[in-house]
């Protein structure tokens, strides 16, 4: 597997990671032994930039990683984790907290989780309206000094706040949702990035499975499915909402390859400082996934996949009007 740079800062990751929610959250019952496999096999393929949070089980995620370290040099890897949750004693998310006290509690207690001295990429989860962005970038420029984190970043903020925050410290990358069926980050966060050279990783790469063209009704995800919840996934827009699927399988099929194959190879051909982090629980599926870094589509098929993006409109906002509001927009 290539490589790929995020940020000005030395941060090299695999040009395709792993996002490990999935395994352990928000998408119905998981399996450990199975992410086990996967997470083994990932190692094997060189997909080596996990992506996890605390918020993940919560906790159950970094755990389940700490238990896929074992027997493997902490240095191979790049770990991602992310704060800025408050949860109650029965771990419900009860708020947001990135003052810099709550960073260091939050940590320690994921350095103990993922049993790790340090983390590669430490991540805000979402932004704190209640502390100032420079607070916290502070305080996560101390952990940098302290050697418990190398490099930092920021999850679903708008440019504002991006160019607050990196006058404090260099970031080295922002994670946002970006896909066939989700380009609100072209108009103004990727410039942004661009000026800043800042990297940029892109999670649902896969349109939270959609795109994969396995789903056509909302009975097709388990009843405890975050994505029952999600506007995309409501009846009438999904059956929407596949006509762009079906483009997808077209060229996929023309070419002798997947949907999910070229939903990636979609994002990886932008630019080199784009990492997709797509999730799965199976071991098939990761090597799917595996093989769109070498995808080569003819010219014929980007240009009809880009004639077809520019006329769609997706129907159904990316999120629930509570997970919305999490969202920093600010331009």
């Not at 997909?47 to 027997?71: C, H, I, Q, R, V």
């Not at 892109?202 to 063209?213: I, N, V």
């Amino acid at each position: 597997m290539q490589t790929r740079k995020l940020g000005q800062q030395g941060l090299e990751v695999s040009a395709l990671g792993l996002g490990c929610m999935g395994m352990s959250f928000a998408y119905g019952p998981g399996n450990d032994a199975e992410s086990l496999r996967v997470l083994d096999r990932a190692f094997e393929l060189g997909l080596t930039f996990w992506d996890t949070a605390e918020l993940y089980g919560p906790f159950k995620n970094e755990e389940l990683l700490a238990s896929a370290l074992t027997g493997k040099r902490r240095e191979d890897l790049i770990l991602a984790t992310k704060f800025g949750f408050t949860f109650g004693p029965n771990g419900a998310q009860v708020g947001l907290d990135s003052s810099p006290a709550h960073i260091k509690t939050s940590l320690e207690g994921s350095l103990k989780r993922l049993r790790t001295d340090y983390v590669d990429l430490y991540y805000q989860h979402r932004l704190d309206p209640k502390t100032p962005i420079e607070e916290t970038v502070g305080a996560l420029a101390d952990l940098v000094k302290e050697g418990k984190v190398r490099y930092i970043g920021l999850s679903e903020v708008g440019p504002a706040t991006i160019r607050r925050a990196h006058a404090v410290h260099p970031l080295s990358a922002i994670q946002t949702e970006y896909s066939l069926w989700e380009r609100s980050v072209e108009a103004q966060v990727l410039p942004t990035l661009r000026e800043l050279g800042i990297g940029f990783v892109a999670y649902s790469p896969m349109g939270r499975g959609f795109l994969t063209g396995k789903i056509n009704s909302p009975d097709d995800l388990h009843e405890s499915d975050w994505r029952r919840t999600n506007p995309r996934f409501e009846q009438d827009n999904i059956r929407h909402n596949l006509a762009l699927v079906e483009i997808v399988k077209r060229i996929a099929s023309a070419s002798k390859a997947t949907p999910a194959q070229v939903a990636l190879a979609w994002l990886m051909r932008k630019e080199n400082d784009i990492v997709p982090i797509p999730g799965t629980r199976h071991v098939n599926y990761l090597e799917e996934n595996a093989g769109a870094a070498d995808l080569a589509l003819s010219y014929g098929a980007w240009s009809e996949l880009d004639t077809a993006l520019s006329s769609f409109e997706i129907a159904g906002p990316r999120n629930t009007e509570a997970g919305l509001k999490l969202i920093d927009s600010a331009a």
